[in-house]
């Protein structure tokens, strides 16, 4: 049986100022539990109901375990529909971006995305692609929110995500800096290259006038009915299909 303490703690990391100073966040669910037990991320913790003891790998001995009951996890969990099995996991250190390790590849950038699900798709979405980088705007909402976490289905393991002041990053970059814009060239007639960067713009303002300064390759995703815009995700995963395809020519 999990104490208040313990149950109050996990509860806590529900907010994003807990997850801060504690440093560490929750995931939830035996596939994600699994895609993180190998990786170089540190789960500290697991909780789970009797029947998930059996679908566990062999653990780390640092990892302690805590077999709780339905409504115990119901009290930590941060899904309506608790997925059985939750894991509390270190925050990885902040390491500088080394703009290097961006050449010869294309990599995702997000600025002021506000929806914790969108991000979460994104970063799956880049991670089926093949795309290993997703840098955000300071301003993007936070990776380790459990609904981002949780839209990634396990993608977080292995895609590397940054936070940057996006006008400072972009500025003398030596890549080609693509832009989805309303008024860009042809999505189709694109000529991709080997290396670039692709900047996403929030929700409902788009891309801010001071990142669009930055974008030398504006690209729109040629439109045919009358829907007024496209969600975020979505364009994300259009133009990485499009650079995948691009790059298998």
């Known amino acids: 049986m999990l104490s208040k303490s313990q149950i109050g703690f996990i509860k806590s990391l529900h907010q994003k100022k807990y997850r801060k100073e504690n440093g560490v966040f929750i995931i939830e669910g035996i596939k994600s539990i699994s895609e993180f037990l190998h990786s ?20 780390l001995p640092n990892i302690k375990l805590f077999e709780v009951n339905t409504t115990e996890l119901e009290k930590i969990s941060a899904l309506q529909a608790p997925q059985g099995i939750l894991a ?9 971006l080394d703009k290097n390790t961006l050449k010869n590849s294309f990599s995702l ?40 976490v949780q839209a990634t289905m396990g993608s977080l393991a292995r895609v590397k995500v940054s936070y940057q002041n996006l006008p400072e990053f972009l500025q003398g970059i030596q890549l080609p800096v693509f832009g989805a814009m309303l008024d860009g060239n042809s999505l189709y007639e694109t000529k991709w290259g080997n290396e670039g960067l692709v900047v996403l713009g929030n929700e409902g303002q788009g891309v801010t006038e001071e990142v669009i300064k930055l974008i030398d390759r504006p690209v729109t995703i040629p439109r045919v009915g009358q829907a007024e815009s496209l969600n975020v995700a979505v364009s994300a995963a259009i133009f990485c299909a499009d650079i995948s395809r691009f790059l298998q020519k």
């Open 88 to 96: 509390v996991v270190t925050i990885p250190p902040v390491v500088d």
């Open 109 to 148: 950038v997000l600025d002021g995305i506000q929806d914790p699900g969108n991000l979460g798709t994104i970063i799956r979405t880049a991670d089926w692609f093949g795309f290993k980088q997703v840098i955000c705007s300071a301003n993007t909402v936070e990776v380790y929110n459990p609904k981002t």
């Open 40 to 59: 170089s991320y540190q789960i500290q913790s697991i909780y789970f109901l009797p029947q998930y003891q059996s679908l566990l790998p062999k653990l």
